[in-house]
């Protein structure tokens, strides 16, 4: 293997820990809990780090949240078909990233939903861009799921819940 081969397999490993997975998932629900003043559906979890995650999909989320949801995965036919793939491939990545953030107190279960308890740290550039890029898009998809409702944000991207 090259230095470049085993970097592109750390970066792989980075993105998938399941640490990290907490932390975008906390700061998602930090955001759309803060928009919509309650406590963000549990079923609406699943979606956040699909969209997150694959670097196609992120970069192609735009730079404000006043594109809706259901308007940009219109924009983006080829990467809402392949949404619903992606999902199922990322949902017990999503269950082990939720149980960490459960375990360290970054998310708690209430029975209307998910709650972030504390503000997650801001990501730095510090480590990597691609580090502050999935947080900020981690926050762009809490704006979205704060009023979008579950089962049509599951519908308008192609999954069955």
């Known amino acids: 293997m090259t230095t470049d081969s085993h ?11 399941p640490a990290f997975g907490a932390y975008l ?11 919509a003043e309650r406590p963000l559906p549990w079923p609406s979890a699943f979606l956040i780090l699909p969209l997150v995650l694959p670097a196609d ?9 006043t594109v809706t949801l259901t308007a940009w995965a219109h924009e983006h036919p080829r990467l809402q078909a392949a949404f619903a793939e992606r999902a199922a491939t990322l949902t017990n990545y999503t269950r ?6 459960m375990r360290h107190q970054a998310i708690d279960v209430t029975p209307g ?3 972030c308890p504390r ?17 900020r ?17 599951f519908t308008t991207l192609g999954v069955r819940p």
């Open 25 to 35: 998932l906390a700061s998602a629900v930090n955001t759309a809990t803060k928009k």
């Open 119 to 135: 503000t997650p740290k801001p990501a730095s550039a510090a480590p990597g861009e691609e580090v502050a890029d999935c947080a």
């Open 96 to 101: 082990t990233s939720l149980r960490t953030a």
């Open 7 to 17: 970097r592109n397999v750390s970066e792989v490993q980075a993105l998938f820990n």
């Open 57 to 65: 999909t992120r970069d192609s989320l735009p730079g404000k949240s």
């Open 137 to 153: 898009a981690a926050a762009l998809v809490g704006r979205w799921l704060a009023v979008t409702d579950p089962t049509r944000a």
């Open 113 to 115: 939903g998910l709650v």
